[in-house]
Structures are given as C-alpha cells and as structure tokens.
C-alpha cells in the first residue's frame, strides 16, 4: 500500500521543475527539502519501473548504469544536517533527469505536456503569461541532453552585450520542433552549472520562445534538411547576467521591433515581458542571424 501511495500520476512539467529546484544554485529552503527530497525518491522509483517494463535495458546500454545508479542514490540513508541534505538533493535530481531523458528518447515515457501545444494569449495586453511551448513528438535519431557536446562560446558572440562573457557553452539544435524539448532540459542543466543568481524558470521561458521563434522563422525552405539546425548558446558575463543567443540560418528579420514590443507575433514580445533585454544582430562569418536574451539575475516582476 505504501508503494500504491507513492506511486503518483506521471507529470513531466512538475518533475522537471522539481528537477530544477533541486539543481538550483539557490537551494530550498530547509523546511522544503524533505518533502522534495520524498517527491524526488518517488520519481526515481516510477522512472525504474518504467524502464524496466519497457525492457530499456536492452534497447540502450546507458539504461543499466542509469537504472543502477536511480536505485542506489534512493535507497541511500537520508543525511541528518542541512548542507549534506542538499547535496543528497542534487544526486538524486540528476538521477531523476538522466534516467528521464533517456526514457523520453527511447519514448519510454512522453515528454512534458505543456511542450505539445500552443496555448499563448491573444494579445499582449492584460493576459498572464503562460509556461508552454510547441513540441512536435518525432522519432528521429537526435542526441538527447545527456549525451550533447558543451562547446566554448566564440569571443565574438559576446561583444554586442558590451561586456565580456565569464563563462559559456553552447549546443545544435534540430531546426524543426524537436529543438523545443532538447533546449528547454539542456538549459536548465547549465544554469545549474553557471551558478546564475535569477530565476531559473523564467530562463527557460525565455529560450523555448527565442528557439521557437528560430524554428519557425529562422530556417530558409531553401536550406538541406541536413544543415537545417540552430545553434544555441548561454552565457554569464561579469555583471551576473545571463546572455542567451540562439542563431538561425536566415539573416533577415523584417519589423523586429515591432515583433518586441508584442505589435507583430507574440514570441519576442513575450521574452521581452520576462524582463529580457532583447537584440539581433549578424554573426562575424557564415550566415544567418543572431537573436539574443539578456536577463538580469534576481526576480523580475511580472
């Protein structure tokens, strides 16, 4: 019975933003972390037993190390003090999003609801701003967040900021809605590691619009569908900000501020409403564009 009681229905959204309190470099608050520490060893026990009857293990060889470890970091005794307490949170968050990612790519388990549909509001004034974004489920051979490549940010990218990046990565992302996924896991990762002091939920925000925005208008039918791909970065410079920059393959944007300021589409305008500082501008070589996020560290009034 006690394990029927555990057993909560499945809901990506609340596991990954769980997820994200857990890696947060912010920690919970100390009344907080056993309850979520609770929540997160029933994610790792639901995430078992779906790769075990999906029979994961044999279709990927990542699936035994993944389950093992999602066994060993649950069953391990909780600690008695706040600080250990919290490192026991972030062992098992990775676990819940390794194991997670892998499930999802082997379509093991869906990914979050609130990436299927578009449920924006119809018109910038007078409407809260609601956390979803377009997914296109797809099949394709694409390799999820846990296996994606952090490269170094060229130099250049961060000059139009005016100030020098501290520290950055970067990532390909399919140039159809496959992106809207992979770049919504792999940038709550890298906040984590970036140490940003802002609100992790609103940097999502921000990217899933700016690469959807990409996906929908930045890639020319004129394009292989082979070289039909974004590129997204994310950096902190020395002020604490945090710069995201996803390039596109198509170096026009025709009334880009009327697009901001929530006159033409909703897309940027909603970045901009999360306190975003938004630009464009051309790379230094190859093609296409750069549209660009900044967000300040700390909350940001809505």
């Known amino acids: 019975m006690a394990a029927?009681?555990?057993?909560?229905?499945?809901?990506?959204?609340?596991?990954l933003d769980d997820v994200a309190?857990?890696?947060?470099?912010?920690?919970?608050?100390?009344?907080?972390?056993?309850?979520?520490?609770?929540?997160?060893?029933?994610?790792?026990?639901?995430?078992?037993?779906?790769a075990?009857?999906?029979?994961?293990?044999?279709r990927d060889e990542r699936a035994t190390r993944l389950i093992v470890r999602a066994r060993e970091v649950r069953e391990e005794e909780p600690p008695g003090d706040y600080p250990r307490s919290v490192g026991h949170l972030r062992r098992m968050g990775w676990?819940?999003?390794?194991?997670?990612?892998?499930?999802?790519?082997?379509?093991?388990?869906?990914g979050p609801d609130s990436l299927k549909e578009d449920r924006w509001p119809h018109s910038p004034a007078g409407h809260a701003m609601t956390r979803t974004a377009h997914r296109h489920s797809s099949r394709g051979e694409i390799p999820m967040t846990a296996e994606t490549p952090l490269l170094a940010l060229p130099l250049h990218a961060a000059a139009p900021t005016g100030v020098p990046a501290a520290r950055s990565f970067t990532t390909q992302l399919p140039g159809d809605p496959r992106a809207l996924y992979l770049s919504r896991v792999w940038v709550r990762?890298?906040?984590?590691?970036?140490?940003?002091?802002g609100d992790v939920l609103r940097a999502v925000e921000a990217v899933t619009r700016l690469v959807d925005n990409g996906v929908r208008h930045g890639i020319p039918s004129s394009v292989p569908p082979p070289e039909q791909q974004l590129t997204l970065s994310i950096a902190t410079?020395?002020?604490?900000?945090?710069?995201?920059d996803v390039a596109d393959l198509n170096p026009a944007f025709p009334d880009f501020?009327?697009?901001?300021?929530?006159?033409?589409?909703?897309?940027?305008?909603?970045?901009?409403?999360?306190?975003a500082t938004v630009t464009r501008f051309l790379p230094h070589e190859?093609?296409?564009?750069?549209v660009r996020a900044v967000l300040a560290p700390g909350p940001v009034g809505m």
Do not use: F
């Open 4 to 15: 029927l009681r555990a057993w909560n229905p499945y809901d990506g959204d609340t596991w």
């Open 95 to 110: 676990a819940v999003n390794e194991l997670h990612d892998l499930l999802v790519e082997l379509h093991a388990v869906k």
């Open 52 to 58: 075990v009857n999906s029979e994961a293990e044999l």
């Open 286 to 290: 190859g093609r296409g564009k750069t």
């Open 237 to 244: 410079d020395e002020t604490g900000s945090l710069i995201i």
């Open 189 to 197: 990762r890298i906040v984590t590691v970036l140490c940003w002091r």
């Open 21 to 50: 309190d857990a890696l947060d470099s912010v920690p919970p608050a100390e009344d907080l972390v056993d309850e979520l520490a609770q929540r997160l060893r029933g994610y790792l026990m639901q995430l078992v037993g779906y």
């Open 257 to 275: 501020e009327a697009a901001v300021s929530g006159e033409k589409g909703r897309g940027l305008w909603l970045v901009a409403s999360l306190g």
